[in-house]
Structures are given as C-alpha cells and as structure tokens.
C-alpha cells in the first residue's frame, strides 16, 4: 500500500474527492440505516433528551425515559412474521412487478430496436419519438397514467364506452390496479432497453449475416444464432440495471395504483415510505426494509454474476 501510495500518489489524491463524497452521501447513511434497524426509533421517542425552559429564560434538560434503544432483531421478527406491516404481500407484488416489467421491457425494447436498426424512410423520427417517454419525468408520467385509466374519465374506459363494453374499475381490484402501474412503466422503460440493445445491434460484425444468409439461414435462424448470442453482453448488463430500478420504482405505484385498494397493490419501496412518513413515523421499521430490500439485490446480483460466470461471460 505503501509503495503504491508513493508511486500513485497522484491517482490517490484525485480518488480522495469520490471516495469523501461516497463516505458522506452513501455509506454513512447506509450504515446509520443499519443501525436503526436493531433500534425502536420513531417520531415519539428520537429525542434523548427532554428540554423545558424556566423562568427567566434558561432551559433544563433531562435525559427521556422513552428513548429509542436497542432492541436486536426485533423489527425483522415483526416484519417477517407479520406483526408489523405486510411483507410477504408487498413481496410478492414486487416480484410479480418486476418480473413483468423486465419481461416486457426486454422483449418490446428488442423488438424495436431490431426495427429500428433496419434501414426505411424516417427512421430517425422514429427514433426520436420512441425515446420521448425515456424523457418524461417519471412522476409526470404517473399522473398522466392514472388519469387514463381512471374509472370515469379516463380514455380507456372511454374506449371500452365506444364499443359497447361496460367500463373497468381498474383501481378497485388488486390485479388490474397493479396492471395499470405495469402498463404505465413498461412505456416508461422500453427506451431505455431499446436504446441499450440498438447500440448492441450496432456492434455485431454485419459479416456474420452475410455469411450465414450464403449458406441458407433463415431470418429466425440468423436472429437465434447471431443476433441473440452477439446481444449477450449488453442484454445481461440491462437485465440487470432493470432489475434493481424496477425492484426499486417507487413513483409509478405510488403515485398510479397509490397502493389501492386497501394497500393490496404496495410493494417494498412504497411500504417503507409509509413506514417512515406516515402515520406515526416508525424510523426503525423503515431502515429494517430497506435493509430487507438491499438484501434481496445484494443476492440476486450476486447469484445472477455467478450464472453469467458459469456461462463464460465477464461481469
């Protein structure tokens, strides 16, 4: 370490900056995060010391009998057990969310990018507009969605008017809520992955087509063999990022579904957020998911390296 300071000493003092920020912005919270989920912190008793003023002006303080303190494992027995909040539901709405939006994220964002790749009049508007929705904020697009499908006026059930069916209470059934935040963050994230996978397309050696179009391939054949396996490097990079925002995609379930009805449509994202602001804020519940969450992405990425690794791609 030593001999690399005195030899690197430069590179050591342009990291220091990043590694500074890094410590402040990230780990220490996440470390305080930690902590405060082997406490019973909340909004009544964050407080350690009690202070009133006198006469005179002067004040007094007196430690708080009710402070936070440390209570071990407590708040992941609540949770995982149920006593506090509803995991085991929000986990599953998670998964079936992200699951269904990295799905469909994936498969139209390649299925444009293929498009679009090819050569036809206009392709550059095209593309442009396609990546429109990549532009939106995403809690602009949130709003936007929610009154689409809303129950009364929204286009969709106007649609459904217009051609003799009876409209949809798309909020009032926990499924088709939960399709409509789907819907509304597919159109969100198919940009992304399309930009992603374009680039992709972009890079395989147009050799390769020529080659296998002589000796007689087919255009699925040529898609299977070629496109796919020349896309695996980019596609497990995106799988991946799509993954760990989805799992986190917290404005388009709060702000479409707003976790109706009845809470059924929260998933772990949102459940935290109402642990920590709503309510009488429970500062420790909300660390214990969040620790729960990073969790979860901690083994998933790990476990989705060790399968690309098996399969002989560097992560």
Known sequence: MRKSFDKHWYAWAMVLPTVVVLGVLVFYPLVQGVWQSF?????????????????????????NPDAARFVGLDNYVDILTGTQGSFWLQLTNTLVWTL??????????????????????????????????????????????????DERFGIVNGVLRA?????????????????????????????????????????INGDLYEAAEIDGASPWQRFVNITLPGLRPVSSTVVLLGTIWTFNMFPIIYFVTRGQPAGS???????????????????????????????????????????????????
């Not at 798309?170 to 996978?197: C, D, H, K, Y």
Request: with cysteine.
């Open 100 to 149: 269904a939006c990295v799905a469909l994220h994936y498969g139209v964002g390649l299925g444009l990018a293929v498009i679009l790749n090819r050569n036809f009049r206009f392709r550059g508007f095209y593309r442009v507009a396609l990546i429109l929705p990549w532009a939106v904020p995403s809690f602009v697009a949130a709003f936007a969605w929610r009154f689409i499908f």
């Open 39 to 63: 406490t019973d912190l909340n909004e009544s008793n964050q407080r350690e010391e009690i202070c009133t003023k006198v006469l005179g002006g002067a004040e007094t303080c007196e430690p």
């Open 265 to 315: 449509t929260e998933i772990l994202v949102t459940g935290a957020y109402r642990a920590a602001f709503e309510g009488i804020r429970d500062y420790s519940l909300a660390a214990t998911y969040g620790v729960l969450i990073l969790s979860i992405l901690v083994v998933y990425a790990s476990a989705y390296k060790r399968m690309l690794a098996k399969q002989g791609e560097v992560f």
């Open 163 to 203: 051609v003799g069916i009876d409209p949809v209470a798309w909020f009032e059934q926990r499924w088709t809520s939960l399709f409509t935040a789907i819907v509304a963050n597919v159109w969100l994230g198919v940009p992304f992955m399309m930009v992603a996978l374009l680039g992709g397309l972009q890079s």
